[in-house]
């Protein structure tokens, strides 16, 4: 018993100091401090002319505002995210494809189909940068269509309600997940990856490895170290014209978030706007601040209890399925919001 104790503390110690302390995009020291640069460099911008300096207490009270840390959205976030960080990534282990195993059965699959092909006439240089971009748009593409499928399906609405029904946005906010929904996300990530990564192995004849940070695609990992974690804040940072068109910005991802039935089923995308742009979803944000308030409608009795974010989904999305549900009905009362990751 106090060996699987102990075991278990190794674990959750290995855990949070990777988490933390290392350079993961996730929630690591790093990242957050590159993110408040960000924030801080928009603040100054944004008072450039102004003829007083900010002084030090009245930027942390805007970083860091009271009701950040009193609400119970915040908290149950902060719930979500010890049992995704912990519990659940241990329990979905055996639920997620892997991407690697994707890409090595698709390339052995062509080369039974098509025979073993001729070494592409690119130097390994090439053949990184090139697998390191495509697997970025294909991460970008897995993510656009995993978020448009659990807008539109009303069964798995129900489970990525969860994420939706928040009302303070936070970076926490990002693991306030339900685990169905992280098992879909994560397999259809690894299907279009995996197809992805065994497409180019077999065209270049050989394994060609992405550029990595952090054990993840380099692209993807600087977004989310400059931008990511402002998608779930209260800075209002907004890319606009041509640049808000291919590229979505935190203002973009709250406007997702946002109660207002102009704002449903808009802004699907994580780092790219093209797909939105492309599909026809994208919503442009204003320049300046937009009044915006967030949450589910109807709002369950306690939208922040770990019964309704956990339990409670599985019993609304079998309703979905019975055989006299009217399921345009429900898409009107129950869709009333969308959703990030």
Known sequence: MLELIGGLLSYFERTYAQLFFS??????????????????????????????????KVLIRAFFPRYLFSSPSTRADAGMFILNTSVFTVLLGYAILSTTVVAALLRGQLIGIFGEPSPAPLTPLQMSLIMTLCLFFAYELSYYTDHYLSHKIPFLW???????AAE???????????????????????????????????????????????NSNIILVLFIY?????????????????????????????????????HFDRNFGHCLGIFDWL????????????????????????????????????????????????VNQNHSEVRTEPMTR
């Open 23 to 56: 350079f993961s995009p996730f929630l690591s020291i790093p990242s957050m401090l590159a993110a408040l640069l960000v924030a801080y460099a928009v603040v100054r911008l944004e008072r450039t002319g102004a003829r007083r300096r900010i002084k030090l």
């Open 158 to 164: 129900e489970f990525h309600k969860v994420h939706h």
């Open 168 to 214: 303070i946005l936070t970076p926490l906010t990002n693991f306030r997940v339900h685990p169905v929904d992280t098992v879909v996300f994560y397999n259809i990530t690894a299907l279009m990856m995996g197809g992805t990564m065994g497409s180019l192995n077999y065209l270049f004849g050989t394994t060609a490895n992405q550029f990595l940070l952090a």
């Open 226 to 262: 400059f931008i990511g974690h402002l998608q779930h804040s209260h800075f209002w940072i907004v890319f606009t014209g041509n640049w808000g068109r291919f590229f979505l910005s935190p203002a973009h991802h709250q406007i997702h978030h946002s109660a207002n039935p102009l």
């Open 279 to 326: 599909f026809g979803t994208l919503h442009m944000p204003a320049s300046k601040r937009e009044k915006l308030t967030f949450g589910v409608d109807p709002k369950p009795a306690a939208p922040h209890s770990m019964s309704e974010m956990l339990v409670a989904p599985f019993g609304n999305a079998l309703a979905q399925l019975a055989p006299t549900h009217d």
